[in-house]
């Protein structure tokens, strides 16, 4: 989708709260499938490659897509758009040897922006939740809903208002995914309140990476140090509670907040969203990022609160390399959590225990040069690593290639992990065990 200017904004992003509501719902458990499935998956893949090579697949790459959008005149438009995440799932079982296999609807969504004046504008986003991440018996096995709906002001560069369910400022993978990710499977250190949460009301701090709130945005060139300034800051719901369950007696607020600096090419997204990469077409890309999230009485449970701090820091490093060598590119995040409860916490099941403690993670990739069929391959690696105050550590190293044949509009990937974050998931409670397994995914996403 475009929008008046021509800009892409076939945008949902999300920080993985896709994962984060199977995970909570299922303790990171993976589910067994038919293994007919991961012959399908198979066979499918090696149809690809056919269609990869052919004549015709090449031809046809260099066709434009059209768009489809509606407009009443220049200030009054309306565009729909449809953006799909699947993977396959080999995890080893160590007390068998053997592997399971999975297949996941990562995402199913379908985007609606658009323009009713000037100044004044749209977007309405949806998501299939709990599609496909749920046992037999399990309610609601599926449900088609809202994920975004924002009433947007957008009269400058230097100052704009968002009003509405959306994502809250903080950290560059909340923001730019999971279509806009540099890898399928990216959110790996823990979540921020909203993430945390699968439902809004009681209980609920948020859903989907999403809050009901009101966001200030925009960017500036402050002339001391050459670049450009970009800062995102609002107040929303956060976490609710009860009058009988929860930390949050007092209906305290959450206040987030992002600045970005681009020492050198500056990020052109829609409003205060961000990509993780952007596979060298914006130039060499410098930007380092800071942002925090608070709530009064934000963790715990009901006898055993405290208030929530999130801190993170991240950093993207894209350079175009010279005589057409290719793409680098570096992200890397800090997070420091401070969410001081007592561990007695854990035994209420009321208890909003997000996690406590300080966690990283690096990712470095290469998009090749040459084209190979339709696409480019790329290739990377990664490494994270999450340190719970009250809880056992857990690592993760990841190795993979992307084929890249229409930017985040169409990719396929294939990677490797080996770790333990599989197996101890979201649980940050004392005593908590897991071995570490391999697990092998092919992913693919699609977006128009």
Known sequence: MMN??????????????????????????????????????????????????????????????????????????????????????????????????????????????????????FEINTECFFCNNTQPGDNPKMSFNILDAIGKFEYNRYLNLWGGRMLVPTERGELSGPFFQATHDAFKTPFFSQDFSTKFGSGGAGRYGRDDGGTFWGSVEPGIVKGTLGYAVGVYRGLQSSSTIGPNQGDDVLWAGRFTYNFLNPEKNPGYYTSSTYFGKAGDILALAFGASYQKNGAGSFANRSDFLGLVGDALFEKVLPRNLGVLTANGEYKQFYANYSPAAFADPGCFCIFDGKSWTVTGLY????????????????????????????????????????????????????????????????GVTGQKADVFKPSFQLQL
Do not use: C
């Open 367 to 430: 998009l090749i040069p040459v084209k190979v069929g339709i696409g480019k391959f790329q290739p990377y690696g990664r490494f994270t690593s999450i340190q719970p105050n009250n809880s056992s550590n857990r690592e993760e190293i990841e190795g993979g290639v992307n084929y890249i044949i229409d930017g985040f509009n169409a990719r396929i990937s294939a990677y490797y992990q080996h770790g333990d974050l599989v197996t101890k998931g979201l649980n940050y409670a004392p």
């Open 4 to 121: 008046a200017n021509g800009r892409i904004i076939r945008r949902v992003t999300s920080g993985e709260p896709d994962r984060a509501a199977s995970v909570l719902l299922k303790a990171h458990s993976v589910k067994q499938r038919p293994s007919y499935q991961a012959a399908a998956i198979m066979l499918l893949m090696v149809a690809l490659s056919f269609i990869l090579m052919s004549p015709e697949a090449r031809a046809m790459d260099d066709k434009p897509i059209s768009k489809p959008k509606w407009a009443i005149d220049d200030t009054k438009w309306m565009t729909l758009g449809v953006g799909f995440r699947g993977s396959g799932v080999w995890t080893e079982n160590r007390g068998t040897g053997n592997f399971r296999n999975d297949f996941s609807i990562d995402n199913a969504r379908v985007y609606m922006n658009g323009q009713v004046h000037e100044y004044i504008k």
